[in-house]
Structure formats: structure tokens, C-alpha cells
């Protein structure tokens, strides 16, 4: 196995269109599980954890653009935080300290699974991905992005630059249910985003992809939602509509009714913690 360290985007870029088929490495959190649990051998590994660029961040008064490499430890407080709160919550449900040092942004998009705590926050968010390879630079909507589990439009050869999510006013928060409070992969977990214009919801570990709710959505604001004060039926109806849209399964982790039923709660819950 070749591992290779570019220490600039354009060195990664060339050795990757080169070899499409090696596999990048960033943090390592989910890959090193690949290598050491499950028998997946590369034959080449590009790692890009030494390059500078991927591990910066800006946020201006519309939009927040991430690095790729940027890890949970730096989205958990500080001014990240302060401009992507539902994110925040996110990333401090991730695993355990060293995970989240370790652990990226463009680690949980190159996995995609629907279980990937940061990938909910992006799509209720309405972000977009933006990829790099020989061919150029282009920006995905998230929802065309996670295309089913552990799958993604990237194409041969293109490395996750960034995620850049529009700014936005209101409540966000995110909310996760697994079998323990900590260190816990999601059995369903939840990003909700309201302010007076909008109300947005995606959910994961309940589908082969992330799942916003949009007729919940719709629902909601023709009930008149948006306005300041909500009944607790409408609040009720919003959480029913939000867990009718939900896909889960089966399997080791839980039952498709008890995710079903997680997914009410977790909505009902966001939803009035946006109120408070
Ligand atoms: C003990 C433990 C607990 C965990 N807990 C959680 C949890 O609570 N929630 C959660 O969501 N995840 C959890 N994970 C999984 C993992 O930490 C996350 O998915 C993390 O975001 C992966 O990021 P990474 O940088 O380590 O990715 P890596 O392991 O380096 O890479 C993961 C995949 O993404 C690809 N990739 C990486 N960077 C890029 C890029 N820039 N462009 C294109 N492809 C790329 C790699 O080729 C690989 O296929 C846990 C893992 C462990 C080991």
C-alpha cells in the first residue's frame, strides 16, 4: 500500500485524478475502522491531513464556508458555534474527545452514512458541497449530494473542499436518540430550523439517506406555524407528519417502530424547544 502526503490541494488534486481509485484519508475515524475491523485493503491512500487549506473556516454575513478537514473540536464552541448552533450540537454528539479532534466534516460526507451526525444539520440547512478535481471546482446542493447509504455524487477523482451553509436567523437544534447518552452512533437523530419564513427538518437513521420532511414543512406553514404562538396540536400534527415521513428499518441498532416513534418525539421536542 502507497500512502502519499500532498501538503497543498492542487498536489492532492493531481495525485488523486491520477489514481481515482486510491482512497483519501483525512481524520481517520471512520476509514482506520475500515482498515483494522473490516479487512478493507487500499492500494494507495492519499492522506490529506497535512494541507493547510482544507483546515480553514470563514463566516461572513450570509454564509459559512467549512474545510473539509475542519474537526468537530473546532465547530463545539467559539465562533462556529456561535453562527451554526445546530451544528455545534451536533459535532459535541460525536463520539468521544479524540474522535472529535480527529474526526471531520468531510470524513462524515466521504462516509455518508445516514447515520453521520453532521449530515442532518447540512440538509435541514440547505448547504451545499463543494468538490475540486481536474475537471474544476462545482458546488452540490446536499440533497443531490447523499445519494443512498454510504453513497455520494462525488465523482472519480474529486476531493471535498469545503460545505458552505447559508446563514440564517431563527432556531436551529439538533437532537440525537441511541442506546447510551455517549459515544453512540444514532438510532435517529434530527435538525430543525425555524425562523419567521422558514421551517426546515431533516432526519437520519431513519432512511438509506438523509430525509427532510417537506410536507410536514408545508403543513406547518399553511397551519399558520411560522407566527410567534403555536398550538400543541399543531405541534402534535407537525411531529406525526414529520415521523410519517421517515423510512426506517429493521437492524442491529433498533426497530423501524421504535425509530418511527423516536423521530415524533425528537420533533416534537425541537419544535418546542424553538418556542422557548
Ligand atoms: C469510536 C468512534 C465513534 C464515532 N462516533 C460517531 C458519532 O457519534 N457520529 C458520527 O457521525 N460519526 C461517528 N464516528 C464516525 C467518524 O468519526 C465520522 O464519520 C467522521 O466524520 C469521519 O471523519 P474522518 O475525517 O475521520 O474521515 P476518514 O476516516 O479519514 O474518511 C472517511 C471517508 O471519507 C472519505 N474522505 C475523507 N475526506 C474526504 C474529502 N475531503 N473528500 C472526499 N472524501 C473524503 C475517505 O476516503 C473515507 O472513505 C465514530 C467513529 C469512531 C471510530
Not at 260 to 268: E, I, Y
Amino acid at each position: 500500500m502507497s500512502v502519499t502526503t500532498p501538503r497543498t490541494l492542487d498536489e492532492a488534486v493531481r495525485l488523486f485524478s491520477a489514481n481515482p481509485h486510491a482512497t483519501l484519508l483525512a481524520g481517520g475515524t471512520d476509514l482506520m475502522v475500515e482498515i483494522n475491523l473490516h479487512g478493507r485493503r487500499p492500494d494507495a491512500v492519499v492522506s490529506l491531513a497535512r494541507i493547510a487549506e482544507l483546515g480553514t473556516w470563514s463566516i461572513d454575513d450570509d454564509r459559512v464556508v467549512i474545510g473539509s478537514g475542519v474537526p468537530y473540536a473546532t465547530m463545539e464552541s467559539g465562533p462556529l458555534a456561535v453562527a451554526l448552533p445546530a451544528l455545534a450540537e451536533a459535532a459535541r454528539t460525536v463520539g468521544s474527545p479524540q474522535i472529535r479532534a480527529a474526526g471531520t466534516l468531510g470524513g462524515n460526507l466521504g462516509t455518508c452514512s445516514p447515520a453521520g451526525d453532521g449530515l442532518p444539520v447540512l440538509a435541514a440547512l440547505d448547504a451545499t458541497i463543494d468538490l475540486i478535481g481536474a475537471g474544476g471546482e462545482r458546488s452540490v446542493p446536499f440533497a443531490d449530494f447523499m445519494v443512498g447509504v454510504k453513497r455520494n455524487s462525488a465523482q472519480p477523482g474529486e476531493i471535498i473542499r469545503s460545505v458552505t451553509i447559508p446563514r440564517r436567523d431563527g432556531w436551529q437544534g439538533y437532537a440525537k436518540v441511541g442506546t447510551r447518552n455517549a459515544m453512540v452512533i444514532a438510532t435517529a437523530s434530527m435538525c430543525l430550523h425555524r425562523s419567521s419564513s422558514r421551517i426546515a427538518v431533516a432526519m437520519g437513521a431513519v432512511g438509506p439517506t438523509i430525509i427532510r420532511a417537506r410536507e410536514a414543512e408545508r403543513w406547518f406553514v399553511d397551519q399558520g406555524g411560522l407566527n410567534d404562538i403555536v398550538s400543541p396540536d399543531i405541534m402534535d400534527g407537525f411531529a406525526e407528519r414529520v415521523a410519517e415521513a421517515s423510512r426506517p428499518i429493521d437492524d442491529h441498532r433498533s426497530t423501524a417502530a421504535y425509530r418511527r416513534h423516536a423521530v415524533r418525539v425528537l420533533a416534537r421536542r425541537l419544535l418546542e424547544r424553538s418556542y422557548r
